[in-house]
């Protein structure tokens, strides 16, 4: 019965990380719409 | 700076005194606190292992210090609304007064009044939940310590959260998880006042002076960029 | 009424005497801003204020409610950092740390809150800020008579205080503290006729005594009576080219002006 | 390290002309319109080269623990979990020592970054630690020195990220939050010490995560793991700290704009001003 910890431990972790990862793109491309090309110089 | 630290804890025990929040609301509160755990906690059943003490007699100790650390959160709201409610804070400012100063003070004065408010506590504590005292000395040390820790850290974070609509709540927030490790030794440090013989309680004891120490040193070292509202 | 204001201890107003490096400027100039923009909690209100203060000026600040008359105040007792532009006070800069504190120390702001704490007496109060601002406590009885807060009023708590008379106290302290620039705000509001002409014969004397004045009020004939200048602001900065009402000096000789007048 | 240099001077040239076109930015980013570069599309295509193989070895090469069985698979995310959340605070603890050092918007807004993917990290790190724990203890929680702090930890770096949000002057928060950064990682240490102490004195340590042995395919799996929470840690960062730079950008263009109609208030209220004269 093992096994069940180890997929939940591993969906959960992964589903965050996914989920987090497209949250934080969608916010980037929201934001960078909103922000003249001219101030978008970043870290690079 | 001394002198000035002193003056600003001498007006907060002097306001104290006029308008009693802290014994007249505060005290009855923590007092409430320790009822309210003894009727939540069983008395009824003795510890495996423990000299006959019941459960509520074995955690004593822990309950006692819980209460003090949430009436300390209402002592150090109580202390900095002094301030912010009439602009004072900038008058202090205006003073020239050194931050570190400001941090001392307002500090001293809340490490007298919860020191006073802690014998109050302790003796209703030891009383309700039946504690037997072996080593008074150990304890002294431990109240006096630990009183030091709550004010200086609590202190430090009500000078992060200053000047906040949400201070209210971000207060707790910050202190509480801070609070954790003296929490933890005060408890033990009391434990071993109050249940054991020998003189372990001492490391404790040691070791929240230490804790102590470096809370002071922290507040007056980061209490300028705190309060600097520029 | 008329011998209760001539007893007034005259030195007591003036400026107290300061160490020759706080004072770096040569010139007249005591404050001076250029386009200075300042933020309150992220909102610009001072948008771009250019001004001058002259030694022994009287300036009345107008405008319409949230022109940015006490942020204005605040920016020069050095409360807030300036978010652009530049500002000297007394020689020091405004957009430094360091200077900021030492321009505290030589101002005094009456802001529109107390800054007494209320359960505290009106006599410990002002005891309290003497010490905090290292002031000898010999001034304060004479002071407190002054500003009419002896007798029953000296020991009672401010928060049984009216609101002119906790105005009364808070002008005690800046009296006490003999600051080099006088910032009030609204320095009328809630006071009687007897102590709107105080303040009247405070600022005047002040002024006679070295220090510079600035103050808003909503009472535009009072104000104009005591101002030698009117600066008229609003959207956060200068509305137009301030009016001179008359010569400086005439006025600051004049101590008991608002007397004649009234 | 030149080259951070160099970027924190960009940053501060940029923060100081607002609404001034730069060329040469223009021909730098033309109308990408996401938070995404060059480096991070490499970071993010290498994260999921990493990710394939990964779950592959992680779930079906590595054989199952002789004694822990299938869920001794939990390593190889709770060990990298483990890796970026205190390496993402270490970065937080960084930043605000540089930040009150040099007072730069670059090092306030990486803080914030480092913080926040930490807190994440940090909740994943608890979570894989405490599903773990079921298997191999037989309960959930545990009064261990490490998760007690690490739970201790999040909590922190939660308030953290509240102060960050409060509502002051923006120069002052991020002057307070720089403090509690650094205050906040000396009582990490506090804790972790305090708790430890206590828990040797009562009966020694627990348990060891790493009673695991590690080699073979298991040291294999954990070094794919390893790279990819590492990968796509420093990716988050990299977005996080972009966005964070284009609301501090937009927070800075509200100001011009609120500026202009503060400006242009002096002729809307002409006509009140003149009847308050008149009254």
Redesign the interface.
Same mark, same amino acid.
């Not at chain 1, 997929?7 to 987090?20: C, E, K, L, R, W």
């Given at each position: 019965?093992?096994?069940v +910890?180890?997929i =939940? /431990? +591993?969906s959960?972790?992964f589903a965050?990380?996914i989920f +987090?990862?497209g949250w !934080?793109?969608f916010? /980037?491309?929201g !934001?960078?719409?909103? =922000?003249?090309?001219?101030?978008?110089? +970043? !870290?690079? | 700076m001394i002198r000035d630290a002193l003056l600003i804890a001498r007006k907060d025990l002097r306001i104290e005194l006029s308008s009693k929040i802290i014994f007249g609301q505060v005290l009855p509160f923590s007092l409430l606190v320790l009822i309210l755990f003894g009727l939540a906690i069983s008395s009824d059943f003795v510890v495996a292992g423990s000299e006959n003490r019941t459960v509520l007699e074995q955690v004593a100790p822990g309950l006692f210090w819980l209460s003090i650390v949430f009436s300390s959160l209402f002592a150090i709201t109580r202390s900095f609304s002094l301030e912010d409610k009439n602009g004072n804070l900038d008058a202090l400012r205006m003073a020239g007064i050194d931050p570190a100063s400001i941090f001392l003070g307002k500090a001293l004065a809340i490490t007298i009044l919860m020191a006073f408010l802690e014998i109050v506590v302790g003796a209703l504590a030891a009383v309700i939940y039946r504690s037997s005292i072996l080593d008074i000395e150990i304890l002294a040390a431990t109240l006096a310590a630990a009183t030091f820790c709550i004010s200086m850290a609590g202190t430090l974070y009500a000078g992060v959260t200053a000047g906040s609509k949400s201070k209210d709540t971000l207060l707790p927030l910050l202190l509480l998880p801070t609070m954790a490790p003296v929490l933890l030794i005060a408890t033990r440090s009391t434990e071993a006042a109050l249940f054991v013989e020998d003189q372990t309680g001492w490391g404790w004891t040691i070791l929240l002076t230490v804790l102590a120490f470096l809370y002071t040193g922290m507040g007056m070292l980061t209490f300028g960029s705190l309060m600097e509202e520029s | 009424m008329q011998s209760f204001w001539h007893a007034l201890e005259i030195p007591l107003i003036g400026v107290a005497p300061e160490n020759k490096e706080d004072l770096n400027s040569s010139d007249d100039l005591v404050i001076e801003l250029n386009d200075a923009v300042a933020l309150l909690d992220n909102f610009p209100a001072l948008s771009g204020m250019g001004f001058q203060l002259r030694l022994g000026e009287i300036v009345h600040l107008k405008g319409p409610n949230g022109a940015g008359k006490s942020t204005l105040l605040s920016l020069c007792a050095g409360l807030l950092p300036i978010h652009s532009g530049s500002g000297m006070v007394l020689g020091n800069d405004l957009t430094n740390q360091t200077d900021r504190r030492r321009i505290r120390r030589l101002t005094g702001l009456l802001s529109h809150e107390s800054s007494l704490y209320d359960e505290l007496s009106v006599y410990a109060n002002i005891k309290f800020w003497c010490s905090a601002n290292k002031v000898d406590h010999e001034v304060i009885d004479p002071v407190m008579d002054r500003l009419g807060l002896s007798g029953r009023l000296r020991n009672l708590k401010v928060s049984a205080l009216s609101s002119g008379q906790r105005r009364r106290t808070s002008l005690a302290v800046i009296v006490c503290r003999r600051p080099r620039i006088w910032l009030l705000d609204e320095p009328y509001s809630g006071l009687d006729d007897a102590g709107q002409k105080l303040v009247d014969v405070l600022v005047t004397n002040a002024v006679s005594f070295g220090a510079t004045v600035m103050f808003t009020s909503h009472d535009s004939k009072r104000a104009q009576d005591l101002a030698t200048r009117t600066v008229e602001m609003q959207g956060g900065r200068l509305k137009r080219t301030p009016v001179v009402h008359e010569p400086i000096i005439s006025k600051s000789t004049r101590p008991i002006r608002s007397e004649e007048s009234a | 390290m030149t080259d951070l240099k160099s970027i924190v001077s960009d940053v501060d040239n940029i923060s100081g002309g607002v609404l001034s076109v730069d060329h040469r930015s223009q021909e730098f980013f033309g109308e990408n319109q996401t938070t995404g570069s060059k480096v991070t599309k490499v970071i993010g295509f290498l994260a999921f080269l990493a990710l394939v193989p990964f779950i592959f070895f992680a779930l079906f090469v590595a054989g199952p623990h002789t004694e822990q069985g299938e869920a001794a698979r939990l390593l190889f995310i709770h060990l990298p979990a483990v890796a970026v959340t205190y390496l993402s605070f270490f970065g937080t603890l960084v930043s605000s020592i540089m930040y009150l050092k040099n007072r730069t918007k670059f090092w306030d807004l990486l803080g914030g970054a480092t913080a926040e993917v930490g807190v994440i990290f940090c909740a994943l790190l608890l979570f894989s630690g405490s599903i773990w724990g079921k298997p191999t203890w037989g309960t959930y929680w545990q009064w261990d020195p490490r998760l007690t702090s690490t739970a201790v930890l999040f909590v922190m770096f939660v308030g953290y990220l509240a102060v960050r949000k409060m509502d002051i002057a923006q120069e002052a928060r991020s002057r307070r939050a720089a403090v509690l950064g650094i205050i906040s990682f000396l009582n990490v240490i506090i804790v972790h010490y305090s708790i430890d102490w206590w828990r040797g004195l009562h009966q020694g340590r627990t348990f060891d995560s790493t009673e695991v042995k590690i080699e073979g395919w298991y040291l294999f799996s954990l070094a794919l793991g390893m790279s990819f929470f590492l990968l796509i840690g420093t990716f988050m960062v990299i977005h996080k700290f972009r966005i964070l730079w284009l609301e501090h950008q937009l927070a800075d263009l509200d100001l011009q704009f609120a500026l202009m109609e503060r400006r242009s208030e002096v002729n809307d209220l002409q006509d009140s001003i003149e009847l308050g004269d008149k009254t």
């Amino acid at each position: 019965m093992n096994w069940v +910890y180890t997929i =939940v /431990g +591993y969906s959960v972790t992964f589903a965050v990380v996914i989920f +987090y990862t497209g949250w !934080l793109m969608f916010r /980037g491309r929201g !934001l960078s719409k909103k =922000v003249p090309v001219e101030n978008r110089r +970043y !870290l690079d | 700076m001394i002198r000035d630290a002193l003056l600003i804890a001498r007006k907060d025990l002097r306001i104290e005194l006029s308008s009693k929040i802290i014994f007249g609301q505060v005290l009855p509160f923590s007092l409430l606190v320790l009822i309210l755990f003894g009727l939540a906690i069983s008395s009824d059943f003795v510890v495996a292992g423990s000299e006959n003490r019941t459960v509520l007699e074995q955690v004593a100790p822990g309950l006692f210090w819980l209460s003090i650390v949430f009436s300390s959160l209402f002592a150090i709201t109580r202390s900095f609304s002094l301030e912010d409610k009439n602009g004072n804070l900038d008058a202090l400012r205006m003073a020239g007064i050194d931050p570190a100063s400001i941090f001392l003070g307002k500090a001293l004065a809340i490490t007298i009044l919860m020191a006073f408010l802690e014998i109050v506590v302790g003796a209703l504590a030891a009383v309700i939940y039946r504690s037997s005292i072996l080593d008074i000395e150990i304890l002294a040390a431990t109240l006096a310590a630990a009183t030091f820790c709550i004010s200086m850290a609590g202190t430090l974070y009500a000078g992060v959260t200053a000047g906040s609509k949400s201070k209210d709540t971000l207060l707790p927030l910050l202190l509480l998880p801070t609070m954790a490790p003296v929490l933890l030794i005060a408890t033990r440090s009391t434990e071993a006042a109050l249940f054991v013989e020998d003189q372990t309680g001492w490391g404790w004891t040691i070791l929240l002076t230490v804790l102590a120490f470096l809370y002071t040193g922290m507040g007056m070292l980061t209490f300028g960029s705190l309060m600097e509202e520029s | 009424m008329q011998s209760f204001w001539h007893a007034l201890e005259i030195p007591l107003i003036g400026v107290a005497p300061e160490n020759k490096e706080d004072l770096n400027s040569s010139d007249d100039l005591v404050i001076e801003l250029n386009d200075a923009v300042a933020l309150l909690d992220n909102f610009p209100a001072l948008s771009g204020m250019g001004f001058q203060l002259r030694l022994g000026e009287i300036v009345h600040l107008k405008g319409p409610n949230g022109a940015g008359k006490s942020t204005l105040l605040s920016l020069c007792a050095g409360l807030l950092p300036i978010h652009s532009g530049s500002g000297m006070v007394l020689g020091n800069d405004l957009t430094n740390q360091t200077d900021r504190r030492r321009i505290r120390r030589l101002t005094g702001l009456l802001s529109h809150e107390s800054s007494l704490y209320d359960e505290l007496s009106v006599y410990a109060n002002i005891k309290f800020w003497c010490s905090a601002n290292k002031v000898d406590h010999e001034v304060i009885d004479p002071v407190m008579d002054r500003l009419g807060l002896s007798g029953r009023l000296r020991n009672l708590k401010v928060s049984a205080l009216s609101s002119g008379q906790r105005r009364r106290t808070s002008l005690a302290v800046i009296v006490c503290r003999r600051p080099r620039i006088w910032l009030l705000d609204e320095p009328y509001s809630g006071l009687d006729d007897a102590g709107q002409k105080l303040v009247d014969v405070l600022v005047t004397n002040a002024v006679s005594f070295g220090a510079t004045v600035m103050f808003t009020s909503h009472d535009s004939k009072r104000a104009q009576d005591l101002a030698t200048r009117t600066v008229e602001m609003q959207g956060g900065r200068l509305k137009r080219t301030p009016v001179v009402h008359e010569p400086i000096i005439s006025k600051s000789t004049r101590p008991i002006r608002s007397e004649e007048s009234a | 390290m030149t080259d951070l240099k160099s970027i924190v001077s960009d940053v501060d040239n940029i923060s100081g002309g607002v609404l001034s076109v730069d060329h040469r930015s223009q021909e730098f980013f033309g109308e990408n319109q996401t938070t995404g570069s060059k480096v991070t599309k490499v970071i993010g295509f290498l994260a999921f080269l990493a990710l394939v193989p990964f779950i592959f070895f992680a779930l079906f090469v590595a054989g199952p623990h002789t004694e822990q069985g299938e869920a001794a698979r939990l390593l190889f995310i709770h060990l990298p979990a483990v890796a970026v959340t205190y390496l993402s605070f270490f970065g937080t603890l960084v930043s605000s020592i540089m930040y009150l050092k040099n007072r730069t918007k670059f090092w306030d807004l990486l803080g914030g970054a480092t913080a926040e993917v930490g807190v994440i990290f940090c909740a994943l790190l608890l979570f894989s630690g405490s599903i773990w724990g079921k298997p191999t203890w037989g309960t959930y929680w545990q009064w261990d020195p490490r998760l007690t702090s690490t739970a201790v930890l999040f909590v922190m770096f939660v308030g953290y990220l509240a102060v960050r949000k409060m509502d002051i002057a923006q120069e002052a928060r991020s002057r307070r939050a720089a403090v509690l950064g650094i205050i906040s990682f000396l009582n990490v240490i506090i804790v972790h010490y305090s708790i430890d102490w206590w828990r040797g004195l009562h009966q020694g340590r627990t348990f060891d995560s790493t009673e695991v042995k590690i080699e073979g395919w298991y040291l294999f799996s954990l070094a794919l793991g390893m790279s990819f929470f590492l990968l796509i840690g420093t990716f988050m960062v990299i977005h996080k700290f972009r966005i964070l730079w284009l609301e501090h950008q937009l927070a800075d263009l509200d100001l011009q704009f609120a500026l202009m109609e503060r400006r242009s208030e002096v002729n809307d209220l002409q006509d009140s001003i003149e009847l308050g004269d008149k009254t």
